[in-house]
Nanobody
């Protein structure tokens, strides 16, 4: 059973920073590919960032230059450093990982496994 647990969300003022963390098990998920997506109330899920096994990263246009995704393979922990936060970044943020054998889609909201989410509120 795959378990992903996010932390680090909170409330910040516009222009502030937060770092989200996600600790995952490796039992069935691909340890090489992980990502973040978010969902605001009444809105569709939105891919935020994804990091592949070779370290390559993809970002949504709306967060490029402000957010940075990274992972610590030893700790099996995924991070999302968020700078220059804007009110439109307010959403529930989810960590996600594909199953082994699944492609490392650029859209993390399509991954098979996801955490319970951590709320980010920017005012």
């Amino acid at each position: 059973h795959v378990q992903l647990v996010e932390s680090g969300g909170g409330s910040v003022q516009s222009g502030g920073s937060l770092t989200l963390s996600c600790v995952g098990t490796k039992s069935t998920a691909s340890a090489d590919c992980m990502g973040w997506f978010r969902q605001a109330p009444g809105k569709e899920r939105e891919a935020v960032a994804r990091i592949a096994g070779d370290g390559s990263t993809t970002y949504a246009e709306s967060v490029k230059g402000r957010f940075t995704i990274s992972k610590d393979n030893v700790k099996n922990t995924l991070y999302l450093q968020m700078n220059g936060l804007k009110p439109e970044d307010t959403a529930m943020y989810y960590c996600a990982a594909p199953a082994i054998g699944d492609i490392c889609d650029t859209d993390a909201s399509r991954f098979r496994y996801r955490g319970q989410g951590t709320q980010v509120t920017v005012s």
